[in-house]
Each structure stands twice: as C-alpha cells, then as structure tokens.
C-alpha cells in the first residue's frame, strides 16, 4: 500500500548523542517535510525539500539537519545541539500545493 | 513563528451538536487546509480550500475562507463522539521564498461527549 513510513516509532536518546529519524515514502510526491510537535502544541516546521537534493528552512531548524538524496527519503537528524529535543516529530509529503500526507510520527524522548 | 492561531483552544459539546473552529492567518496564502489528529497519531487532511474559494462542503463539515480578514472557519454538524480530535489548520505559503512552505495553528482539541 501506498503510504509514509517513520522509524523508529519510539526512540531515547541520550544527552550529546545525535539520532537520525527516517522517513520514506512511496506515494512518488515531490515535496517532504518535517514537523515537530510537543504536548498540547501544533506543529512548528524544522525542514522541507520541494524537489530531490534541495530543502529549505523551517521556522525551528536549528539543532536539526536533512538530507534529500533520494526522492522517496528525507531523513531528519537531531543534533547535540539541539537543547530541547523530546517530542514527537511528524515527517509528511505531498504534490504542492495539495494536501499533506502524514507518517504515524516517531517520539524522540532524551535521557 | 506560527501563521495560523486557532481559536478556541479546547471545545467540548454533546453529540449532534454543531461545532465551531476559526483560523486567522497573518500573510497571503495559495490555500488553507484543516487536519484531523487522534492522540498520538499521525495527521489526517479533511478539507482544502483555494484562496479564491469562499466555502466549502465534504460531508459533515463546513469550511469557510474569508481573505479579506485572513481568517476561516470549520463547522462539523451533528457531531459524533468519534468526532473527539485535535483539529488544525494549515496554511499554504503563496510564493516568493516561502512557496511550498506549509505552516500549522496551534489547533482546537474538540471533545464531543455522548
């Protein structure tokens, strides 16, 4: 079936570790992106990339890093230098400027 | 910084009861889009409205979009006790350096109580 899949679904981290979050897709959508959300909060936008090996900036990109060599993946690392990193992070693709797709989420809690 | 603000931010009513959400948004938008989400699950698209539409239909709900005070509302009738989410907009950058940006509210947590 058609759809968005993040791994891990849960995943801890310790402190000054970084992790990377995957997120693979084969719906053959061009635009990705990725979102966090903390609790009882919306979602704030870290990254997107419109088109294979380009992205842009998101309103919270510090302390995070993509990459886009494929156009069905678009991992999502989570720096060391990102202070606050637990929450539940939303990666989502789409053909712009249509309707986002959503993968179940992966919750990153720090140790 | 969050384009959307949703109001209110919690809702609670009886089943078949009409509920009520609003969005403003602060610059101009290709469309804006209202998602659905169950706690600790992934979002799920309900409705997207073109900035050169006024109003909307797909089943139970109701969407309006008002430009002019960059601001939308959702209605859901008769609702449901499966209807309980968290409810949020999302607006769709119309161009320039934001083109494809798509930025969320801060959402409207609905309890419809049976």
């Known amino acids: 079936d058609g759809g968005i899949t993040q791994s891990p679904k849960y995943l801890f981290r310790k402190e000054g570790q970084n992790v990377t979050l995957s997120c693979e897709q084969n719906?053959?959508?061009?635009?990705m992106y990725w979102y966090r959300q903390d609790p009882g909060q919306g979602l704030r936008l870290i990254y997107y990339s419109q088109i294979v090996n380009d992205f842009q900036k998101g309103d919270i990109a510090e302390g995070y890093s993509v990459s886009r060599e494929k156009k069905e993946s678009f991992p999502l690392t989570v720096t060391s230098a990102q202070k606050n990193p637990t929450a539940f992070y939303l990666c989502?693709?789409?053909?712009?400027?249509?309707?986002?797709?959503f993968g179940e989420g992966s919750r990153l809690t720090v140790l | 910084s969050q384009q959307g603000e949703e109001d209110p931010q919690a809702l609670s009513i009886q089943e078949g009861e009409n509920a009520t959400m609003n969005c403003s948004y602060k610059t101009s938008i290709n469309n804006l889009q209202w998602y659905r989400q169950n706690s600790g699950r992934g979002l799920v698209h309900l409705i997207l409205i073109r900035s050169n539409e006024r109003e909307k239909h797909s089943g139970r709900l109701r969407v309006t979009l008002d430009t002019s005070k960059k601001s939308s509302s959702l209605l859901i009738t008769a609702s449901r006790a499966a209807d309980t989410a968290s409810y949020f907009c999302a607006t769709d950058a119309s161009g320039g350096t934001s083109y494809g940006k798509l930025t969320f509210g801060q959402g409207t947590i609905l309890t419809v109580h049976p």
């Open positions: 719906l053959n959508h061009d635009a």
């Open positions: 989502a693709s789409r053909i712009a400027p249509g309707e986002l797709f």
